[in-house]
């Protein structure tokens, strides 16, 4: 096991450069397999959940080339098996890609129940609603799904709640089927919006992507395609707020301004200076921290990956700040270890009430979630002190190289090995 050691109090400055988007590329690489060529997939994040996606994808047949950084080659025509395998697909929340990707494709399809971190309850309901909309029947066992269908027919499906995992494996199942599907609620997430992109470089018809109205008219066949992951909104928003919590100047290259919105305009109003370039943007802070408000909703408002960045910022501006989750249910877990570090912090259900105490003090702690491990980081990279971040497996599924990024804009963070203890039930590696 590894673990970060952090020595906090150093202002970030310089640039860093943005990867390919997480959620992006865990939809794009199972979407290859609807491809009836090869794909050239660009700009793919060096991460655990993207390596475990390429591996289900090589255990399934497909031939999987690392052809340049961040470039992958995909041959999906050698795929001969439409199950994936219980232990890699667990270890990831998005494998359930695979399901819509393999049902679009093979009439079928068997994944394991995907795993998750621990958020609160992670239904698969609306997945299912989406499949069986189109002709397919499921059946749940051993913590394995399986799909089938004689034959997919677009459809009309409405979800009851704004999904992402949803919408995207409603586009995948649905880009070869019969006639047109009509997706209403759905989500308009960039990373919705790129995987639309690549299936119609591929030959789809998909419109209204980014909208909550997506019309797919399903087509015979996919050819190959070269395509771009976007850049990581989730990862930028996540060094605007440590160039904030530091005090620094860091120009962020590699971004979609548009897609970073609703954190500059909440950061703005905490009281730090942002200027916006066609492809950048550059973060600093002048005066003094003030307190905000933040209320997490579904895109374009303020994401709730964002939350427990933006809610260790908030510690350390002046003033009593709200912020509320409004899409999962316990995304408040990262609290206990802040308030290891000084922070003051109540929590009642979805609503964090932080008073702002303006410093935190370096302390031992634990990542409990991808986006949690990532606020450890900032809160450790503005205390005082030396803070050491265990778990740090969880951030690594989804920052691609963070700590070399960080050294590189001046933080002093170190890698450590520590002796592999056992790993206990709460210990599981499992991804968001
Ligand atoms: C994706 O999760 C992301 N993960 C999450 O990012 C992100 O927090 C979430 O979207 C919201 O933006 C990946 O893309 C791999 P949802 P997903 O389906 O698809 C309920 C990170 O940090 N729901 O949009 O699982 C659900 O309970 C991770 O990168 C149902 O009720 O999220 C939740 O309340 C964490 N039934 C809400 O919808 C369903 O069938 C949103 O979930 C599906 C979802």
């Known amino acids: 096991m590894d673990k970060f050691v952090i020595k906090g109090g150093r202002r970030l400055t310089g640039e860093v450069t943005i990867s390919g988007a997480k959620n992006a590329a865990v939809a794009i690489l199972p979407a290859v397999i609807l491809a009836d060529e090869p794909c050239v997939i660009e700009n793919v994040p060096s991460i655990s959940d993207v390596n475990i996606s390429l591996r289900i994808l090589k255990e399934m047949g497909a031939v999987v080339e690392n052809i340049g950084k961040d470039t992958y080659r995909i041959d999906p025509t050698g795929i001969d098996k439409c199950c994936v395998p219980y232990e890699t697909a667990r270890k990831m929340r998005a494998s359930y890609y695979f399901l819509g990707a393999l049902l679009g494709k093979f009439n079928k399809a068997r994944v394991s129940m995907p795993g998750g971190c621990p958020l609160g309850d992670r239904p698969i309901d609306q997945h299912l609603k989406a499949f069986s909309a189109l002709g397919a029947e499921y059946s749940l066992s051993q913590g394995m799904i399986d799909l089938k269908a004689d034959k997919l027919r677009g459809s009309q499906i409405f979800f009851d709640v704004v999904t992402v995992g949803a919408t995207m494996n409603a586009m995948l199942a649905a880009v070869k089927a019969e006639g047109l599907t009509v997706i209403e609620n759905a989500a308009k997430e960039p990373h919705i919006v790129d995987l639309a992109n690549c299936l119609n470089s591929m030959g789809a018809n998909i419109m209204g992507a980014g909208t909550d109205v997506i019309k797919i008219r399903g087509v015979e066949h996919l050819h190959g395609t070269t395509y771009a992951v976007i850049p990581d909104q989730i990862e930028a928003g996540t060094f605007m707020i440590a160039a904030a919590a530091t005090r620094g100047d860091v120009l962020i290259k590699n971004v979609i301004p548009k897609h970073l919105e609703s954190i500059t305009k909440k950061l703005e109003k905490i009281g730090v200076s942002i200027e916006q370039y066609d492809d950048s943007i550059r973060v600093w802070v002048e005066g003094a921290l003030v307190k905000a408000n933040v209320k997490t909703t579904p895109h374009p408002g303020f994401p709730t990956d964002m ?29 206990d270890e802040l308030r290891r570090m000084g922070a003051d912090i109540t929590v009642n259900g979805k609503v964090a009430l932080i008073e702002g105490t303006g410093k935190l003090m370096g302390a031992p702690v634990k990542a409990c979630d991808l986006r949690a491990g990532a606020a450890l980081i900032i809160a450790g990279l503005a205390a005082q002190g030396i803070t050491e971040i265990e778990d740090i497996f969880h951030i690594e599924r989804g920052y691609d190289c963070m700590e070399g990024k960080l050294r590189e804009l001046g933080a002093d963070i170190e890698k450590v090995s520590i002796p592999d203890k056992a790993v206990g039930k709460n210990n599981k590696k499992e991804a968001v």
């Not at 908030?314 to 899409?327: D, F, K, M, Q």
């Open 307 to 335: 939350q427990p960045q933006i809610a260790t910022l908030l510690t350390l501006a002046e003033g009593t700040s709200i912020v509320t989750e409004g899409v999962w249910e316990q995304r408040f877990r990262y609290v």
